[in-house]
């Protein structure tokens, strides 16, 4: 799996986003929703980020428990309502490792990158880890997402 790998600083991210707690195969409802909730506010275009962001290890949750945020990056500020709410990721050191991948290698992907982590003596911080999508895997010509995976580190 070929990947580039680098620590650095991530940007400050304010985020829009719903909570979800379960089988991670269902995020792509959430996703769905946030969606839905985003067009009208004119929110999705070619600059669109959405994020991911990890509560929970699958290693140590039970996967009907796991805790995830959807997210969409936002450039200004507005007013949220329902089951969207807003925050703000702070800028922190992390691994971030750039893949261009299909939904059945986002397992071996962060095993990878958390193998990474180790062997080169970093240790995770208390920040969840997440990952920032910069495409749409059903516009990409074999499926793919082009994605950033960051673990935030001491």
Same mark, same amino acid.
């Given at each position: 799996?070929?990947? /580039?790998?680098?620590? =650095?600083? #991530?940007?400050? +991210?304010? +985020?829009?986003?719903?909570?979800?707690?379960? =089988?991670?195969?269902?995020?792509? /409802?959430?996703?769905?929703? +946030?969606?839905?909730?985003?067009?009208?506010?004119? &929110?999705?275009?070619?600059?669109?980020?959405? +994020?991911?962001?990890?509560?929970? #290890?699958?290693?140590?949750?039970?996967?009907?428990?796991?805790?995830?945020?959807?997210?969409?990056?936002?450039?200004?500020?507005?007013?949220?309502?329902?089951?969207?709410? &807003?925050?703000?990721?702070?800028?922190?050191?992390?691994?971030?490792?750039?893949?261009?991948?299909?939904?059945? =290698?986002?397992?071996?992907?962060?095993?990878?990158?958390?193998?990474?982590?180790?062997?080169?003596?970093?240790?995770?911080?208390?920040?969840?880890?997440?990952?920032?999508?910069? /495409?749409?895997? =059903?516009?990409? #010509?074999?499926?793919?997402?082009?994605?950033? &995976?960051?673990?935030?580190? &001491?």
């Amino acid at each position: 799996m070929n990947t /580039n790998t680098k620590v =650095k600083q #991530s940007d400050k +991210l304010e +985020l829009a986003y719903i909570s979800h707690k379960g =089988k991670m195969e269902a995020i792509g /409802n959430v996703y769905d929703r +946030l969606v839905k909730w985003a067009t009208p506010q004119d &929110l999705i275009n070619k600059e669109t980020r959405m +994020l991911t962001i990890y509560h929970d #290890s699958p290693k140590i949750t039970d996967s009907n428990y796991l805790r995830m945020s959807a997210c969409i990056v936002l450039s200004h500020a507005l007013k949220v309502d329902g089951e969207v709410n &807003l925050r703000t990721l702070e800028p922190t050191k992390c691994i971030v490792s750039r893949f261009e991948i299909t939904p059945n =290698k986002f397992q071996q992907a962060w095993e990878s990158n958390f193998k990474w982590m180790v062997q080169n003596g970093y240790k995770k911080s208390t920040i969840d880890p997440f990952e920032i999508y910069y /495409n749409n895997a =059903k516009e990409h #010509s074999e499926d793919k997402y082009i994605v950033d &995976l960051c673990i935030p580190i &001491l």
